[in-house]
């Protein structure tokens, strides 16, 4: 299929798009009114199909219009990426790499990735972002991210995974609690105890999980205390505010404050994945990936 309109006609259906005003986009757009109409009537004649409805009071999208706006508004995103990653080459920096994480990945199989990526391709600048596992699903359908590590399983139309880790969880209690000598607890003895757990905003899908596997187990944890970060939550357990879930990555912190105690089931766990595009990626992005792959199957990275 042949595209017979330009970029500036579908800036010009966007701005009446986002307006529902052809004067107020016209202005937007420094251009007269007169000329924004003839773009955007030349753009409905391109595609076949009426975009807005026009009356004299006020203007709307049709069906088709709203379609149609969908997709540009992703297609405009591709374009100032692609612009941007060309400038970046251009200017001599050959690569450029936007990872998103959570707490879970940073406290476990993230860091180390990371290191032998730097030391492999030290060319490639990479951002690091901190994001919410379910912020990170809009982040990556969006393209605002290359790669994103969070909590799995996930399914979405277009992002490809790959399991970074998989956690057992822990109990976490205060070193004096009378439970914090115990080799391993079953979720049943913890259902009188007070719980302290991530934020919603922050850790709602392990804050699910942890629900879950919780009523399964006959009660409903009774969370006395919130925090938003990791090491909140290590700070209140240690204060004998009350005890936490975690994955067992929270071996890799040195603390004598608190008890770390496994749950008796091995299917207690939590899973952190690597996700991304499967339609869209960059080369830097494709060189990571196989990195990832290629160190967590166990392969000599050379």
């Given at each position: 299929m042949n595209i017979r309109f330009d970029l500036r006609q579908v800036r010009a259906f966007l701005a009446v798009a986002s307006t529902l005003h052809f004067k107020q986009a016209a202005e937007t757009l420094c251009i007269t009114q007169p000329a924004l109409s003839r773009l955007i009537k030349g753009l409905e004649e391109s595609i076949g199909a009426e975009l807005f409805l026009r009356t004299t009071r006020q203007v709307e999208l049709t069906m088709a219009g709203k379609l149609f706006m969908e997709e540009c508004q992703?297609?405009?995103?591709?374009?100032?990426?692609?612009?941007?990653?060309?400038?970046?080459?251009?200017?001599?920096?050959?690569?450029?790499?936007?990872?998103?994480?959570?707490?879970?990945?940073?406290?476990?199989?993230?860091?180390?990735?990371?290191?032998?990526?730097?030391?492999?391709?030290?060319?490639?600048?990479?951002?690091?972002?901190?994001?919410?596992?379910?912020?990170?699903?809009?982040?990556?359908l969006d393209h605002e991210i290359d790669v994103g590590f969070l909590i799995g399983p996930l399914a979405l139309d277009g992002i490809d995974t790959f399991r970074a880790a998989l956690e057992r969880i822990v109990v976490i209690l205060p070193k004096r609690h009378r439970l914090a000598g115990r080799k391993q607890l079953s979720l049943k003895e913890l259902a009188d105890e007070k719980f302290i757990l991530g934020t919603e905003s922050g850790w709602s899908e392990f804050r699910h999980y942890i629900f879950t596997i919780c009523m399964n187990a006959g009660f409903t944890p009774q969370v006395v205390q919130e925090a938003s970060t990791s090491s909140g939550i290590f700070g209140l357990v240690a204060a004998n505010m009350g005890v936490s879930l975690y994955s067992d990555c929270i071996k890799r912190f040195q603390r004598d404050d608190i008890a770390i105690v496994p749950l008796d089931r091995d299917d207690y766990s939590v899973e952190t994945i690597a996700a991304w595009s499967c339609a869209y990626a960059t080369p830097s992005s494709r060189l990571f990936q196989e990195l990832l792959h290629d160190k967590l199957s166990g392969h000599d990275l050379g």
């Open positions: 992703q297609a405009i995103t591709h374009l100032e990426r692609a612009t941007h990653l060309a400038q970046q080459a251009a200017s001599g920096d050959i690569g450029h790499l936007s990872i998103a994480y959570n707490d879970f990945s940073i406290n476990g199989v993230l860091p180390s990735i990371l290191d032998t990526f730097k030391e492999k391709y030290p060319d490639i600048s990479v951002d690091l972002v901190y994001m919410p596992s379910h912020t990170q699903h809009k982040a990556l």
